[in-house]
């Protein structure tokens, strides 16, 4: 397998997750440096986990990947007041669209975003749809640790 991204094109995603916690609850995460995860499949290990296919310019996935805690605190930042496993599952699927979003203004509108859907906690490992190797964005929020789970790669 191969990694074809490059650190700009990974920034993109880090920056996206920080302006996510800065817009919708005031406040930062801390996102760590990304990592390529070279042995094995892109283990999931949160409650949630929201993915998002692309295709088009490019081909593969994003995957937000977090604890219930965390996202109900996020739920609550945002003036929410039901923290069901379906609101949970929005905002887990909302996050990954939005920074899904964002990545289509760096790799241009041929990227064909598809809409959310959730990952059950039993599907162990994300789906290798780009054939390439996947990177690991971590970050921590409020002493909550989530990741973001990247793989792209060149469409045909």
Avoid at 61 to 80: D, I
Avoid at 141 to 154: C, K, M, N, R, T
Wanted: glycine letters at 10%; proline letters at 6%; a negative charge.
């Amino acid at each position: 397998m191969r990694h074809e991204l490059r650190p700009e094109d990974i920034e993109v995603f880090s920056e996206a997750i920080t302006h996510f916690f800065n817009t919708c609850t005031g406040e930062t995460a801390n996102v760590r440096s990304a990592y390529l995860i070279e042995h094995g499949p892109a283990v999931l290990w949160n409650d949630f986990n929201g993915l998002i296919e692309i295709s088009g310019a490019y081909t593969g996935s994003v995957c937000f990947s977090a604890p219930r805690a965390l996202l109900s605190h996020v739920l609550l930042k945002m003036g929410e007041s039901v923290f069901t496993d379906d609101r949970h599952a929005d905002i887990v699927g909302e996050i990954a669209n939005t920074l899904s979003g964002r990545a289509r203004r760096h790799f241009g509108e041929g990227l064909s975003i598809a809409p959310p859907r959730l990952l059950n906690y039993g599907e162990q490992s994300l789906p290798n749809i780009s054939g390439n190797l996947p990177y690991a964005i971590p970050l921590g929020w409020h002493g909550y640790e989530a990741s973001l789970v990247v793989q792209l790669a060149p469409g045909p």
